[in-house]
């Protein structure tokens, strides 16, 4: 629903590897767009990094809101999200907010909420914003989904970072923004591509190898095909995976009703020679049977579509969805239908009729095609046909309930029984924060409810810190250099916490975990790091 979408592209780093990832250190956009005139706009946002308290002291409200984003100030005009109330121009200045239909509801009631007041408590500090505009709450169709849109802007003083200079606008270093290009109308993205690379080479002194990728607008949440390794935010492979069932159950259903159409049929086969007998040519009988066909499979659609919209509101609350049928209106999967409509009843139906229509009205009579061999083929054939598709259904319905619960049994080298998580503060970060921590930690170790305790800056598979390359030891090969390791940084109780044993060497040390990550020059690997 984005317009220009055929000449925006998302900006990607691919490694010496291959693997692929959407984060940029944020000041590339200036060098890029002074270098490269192809390249008409840019926009940047973050997902994640604004994550905190927001209050609203007026009604003496807060909530902590995790779908909030930092953004440039032209990002109401660089993708087509409409707005409700203010201006697009309005949000391209330091300490402004933008906020969904919901969330102004959520703050304001049935107030007016432009120019009025939010408090943003998160890891750059407690920070003002004036509410510049609403817009249409994002559904699931938008593969950018938040509730609230901070101003970049903001950030591009050096007394909001609250100490996080790696959130500088201008750094080259920190990979933690979001950033697309809107390219010229005559401009080839692979020439861009290559140019961006060449500025790189230029700027990037200290590179691993990555390389910049330019990714289609319209592909960043699906492939355009299997072999895409591209970051996306769906998976096409389901896609086609739930298309081939679909269209497995839509055979099962074609080859029943050619099978019940036919067994009905042959006892109206007496009227059937009736009708030839008193003047009806094989053309009537082949379109009273395409008619039947057709009437038959448009209620069924019917059908179907009605119930979708009655089961829509349970499947959503079981599968924790907002989807809808509707997000289907400007969808080609309207015409898709339409002709599987079509072409479904046209198939069955002509065969089906072109097939009684050739009887022999004397035999017909008779009813001697219901115990000739080809009929009964024919039957055999289709029934065959649909308990094979059945089966193997069913087959690969147990194969993947058998790899989930594999997944589920096998063993994750760590303990997560009796094992609870607790989020560390968002907010309040400051000089006292060791201090504080220290203390809670002591007062944990005194509930006796409480067997092992550890602290952490990621927990497991939830992420890890940064991840870095340029390690190599005196049997590295060429090229070891430049491969990346992701790092977690966590305390001496890590491993006994989780339950997770150690293979070769030791533990931290309580003193080796005291000074800061950036200064220990110990570490621990596991067995494919070693690799």
Known sequence: FHDNINKTFRLLNEG????????????????????????????????????????QLDKNISFKEEKVSYADG??????????????????????????????????FGNENPLGKSLILNNQFGSLNYVVGGVFSNIGENSSIRFDMFFSLQTLQNP??????????????????????????????????????????????????GSIFRLQPFAEVHLASSLNDKAPHSGDVKYVYMLLGIAFLILLIAWFNYINLSTASAIKRAGEVGVRKVVGATQNNLIYQFLVESVLINLIAITLAILMIFGIQPLFNKLMDKTMSILNLADSPVWVLS???????????????A?????????????????????????????????????????????????????MRNKDKGLDLEQLMVINGPEIGKDSTIVTRQAAFFNELEKQTFIKDFAGSQSVPSKGYNFRTGGFTQPASKPGDETKSYAFSIVSERYFDAYGIDLVAGRNFTKSECDVDWNDNSKVILNETAIE
């Open 354 to 406: 072109y097939l009684l229509s050739k009887f022999n009205p004397i035999q017909t009579l008779k009813g001697k095609f219901s115990k000739s061999n080809k009929g009964a083929f024919l039957r055999t054939s289709l029934v065959v046909s649909q308990f094979g598709i059945s089966v193997a259904l069913v087959l690969t319905t147990v194969l993947i309930y058998s790899q989930l619960q594999y």
């Open 16 to 55: 010496p590897k291959g693997e692929m990832w959407q984060q940029h250190a944020p000041g590339w956009v200036n060098l890029i767009k002074k270098e490269i005139p192809e390249i008409k706009s840019f926009c940047r946002f973050d997902d994640g990094n604004g994550r905190g308290i927001v209050t």
């Open 159 to 208: 007394s909001n970072l609250n100490g996080n200079d790696w959130a500088a606008l201008d750094n080259l270093d920190s990979q933690f923004i979001d950033i697309y290009f809107s390219l010229q109308e005559n401009a080839d993205y692979v020439k861009v591509e290559d140019k961006l690379n060449n500025l790189r080479k230029i700027h990037d002194k200290d590179s691993d």
């Open 338 to 352: 339409l002709l599987a409509l079509i072409v479904g009843s046209m198939a069955v139906g002509t065969y089906t």
């Open 74 to 107: 032209n990002f109401f005009n660089f993708f087509s999200f409409p707005l409700l109330k203010g201006q697009p121009a309005d949000f391209d200045k330091p300490n402004v907010v933008f906020i969904s239909e919901n969330h102004a509801k959520k703050y």
